[in-house]
Structure formats: structure tokens, C-alpha cells
């Protein structure tokens, strides 16, 4: 791909320019909220836009992704934290139009008494290229990120 990304781990979390959280309750339970967010065959049922992805082999501990938004735009991402039922978080290393110089995505899982509470929280710096339009794509960005929490819910609990 043609933009590579840095390397953030999941501090950039907390340092990013540009900083989303979302959280919602869902009917179920921690394993399959959990097996929905590590099984790429299901993001394209809930992510808006998302149009394919695709696990790639794991490399020196490292499990990745390809992930495609409307037919032609490609991220890779990289899984930093897989932990069984309770947090999956990755980040963007390479996309194929310029989006962002870092990008870090968490989702937390928690079990509650009768549900699962998931909390979403993203990292993101615009890329340079489009540093004067980050405002937009913020708001642009925020409307996809929540858009998808929903939707997640909605997929589970069907």
C-alpha cells in the first residue's frame, strides 16, 4: 500500500490529536461479542462501508488484516492487544490513499450481570496531506465509528 502509517502502540490512544469514544450495552455475552471482533468475515455485516476483510498469517506474533471501505480504499491493520473476551485493539499501518499518519482502535468488552457493555475508543492523526480538512475528517470519521458500534449491536443481538 502506499501510505505507510507509524508504528503507534496503545498509548497513542491517549496522545492522539484526535481522540473518539463510544460505548453501548449489548444483549449477550463477552465470547460472542468477542468472537465477532476477531472473525474478519463479520465486519463487513456491521462496519459501514467495510466491503471485505481479510485475515492474513500471523508473523512473528503479529496477526493482521487487510480491511476494504467501499470497494477501493485498503487498510492493513495490525492487532496489538487480543485478549479472549475482554479487549481487541490494532492499529493502521498502511492505507492506500492518505487517511491517517496514525490510527489505534480498542474495543473493550465487559461482562455485566445480563449484558455486555463494549466501549470504542479511537486514535487517529490526520495525515499530513489533509492536516487543513482534520475537522471534517473528524466528523466524518465519528459518524462511521458510532455508525459501527451500533450496528455491531444490532448484528449480535439479531
Known amino acids: 500500500m502506499k501510505f505507510q502509517c507509524k508504528a503507534a502502540d496503545i498509548s497513542f490512544l491517549e496522545s492522539a490529536p484526535i481522540k473518539l469514544s463510544y460505548s453501548i450495552r449489548i444483549s449477550s455475552d463477552a465470547k460472542t461479542v468477542y468472537d465477532a471482533l476477531i472473525n474478519p468475515n463479520t465486519w463487513p455485516h ?48 498502511a492505507v492506500s490513499i492518505p487517511y491517517a499518519d496514525e490510527l489505534v482502535e480498542e474495543f473493550s468488552i465487559q461482562q455485566m450481570e445480563k449484558e455486555v457493555e463494549v466501549k470504542y475508543r479511537i486514535g487517529l492523526r490526520v495525515h499530513s496531506s489533509l492536516s487543513m480538512l482534520s475537522g ?8 462511521s465509528y458510532q455508525a459501527a458500534l451500533n450496528n455491531l449491536k444490532t448484528f449480535i443481538e439479531k
Open 46 to 93: 456491521w462496519f459501514p462501508g467495510m466491503t471485505s476483510a481479510t485475515a492474513l498469517l500471523e508473523e512473528e506474533e503479529c496477526l493482521s488484516r487487510i480491511v476494504t471501505l467501499n470497494y477501493f480504499i485498503q487498510f492493513r491493520e495490525e492487532f496489538l492487544i487480543t485478549q479472549p473476551n475482554q479487549k481487541v485493539a490494532y492499529r493502521v499501518s
Open 136 to 143: 471534517l475528517v473528524e466528523r466524518i470519521g465519528a459518524r
